[in-house]
């Protein structure tokens, strides 16, 4: 599957971003000081783990499709 690019949002839940995780799990967070803000726009490939959707990004962290209900991450079309 080929990268598409994927927009960060995760204002519904009063954030400013996320922060990248290492692996895709919520408890892997990386404490990369360049963790994505609000509307920023990064590639990235879909992909399923434990029925979820994640995505993993050019960089080699991963972010989830939702977080606590809210979906953070939207494809730009």
């Not at 960060?8 to 799990?25: F, H, K, L, V």
């Not at 590639?43 to 783990?49: L, N, S």
Request: net charge neutral; aromatic share 14%; with cysteine.
């Amino acid at each position: 599957m080929s990268a598409v690019d994927i927009k960060i949002d995760a204002s519904a839940e009063g954030c400013t971003g996320m922060y990248w995780r290492t692996a895709p799990q919520m408890s892997a967070t990386s404490n990369d000081p360049s963790w994505p803000r609000n509307g920023e726009v990064h590639k990235g490939v879909w992909e399923t783990y434990n029925g979820e959707r994640w995505v993993k990004f050019s960089n080699g962290f991963y972010l989830p499709e939702k977080q606590k209900g809210f979906t953070i991450l939207f494809e730009v079309k």
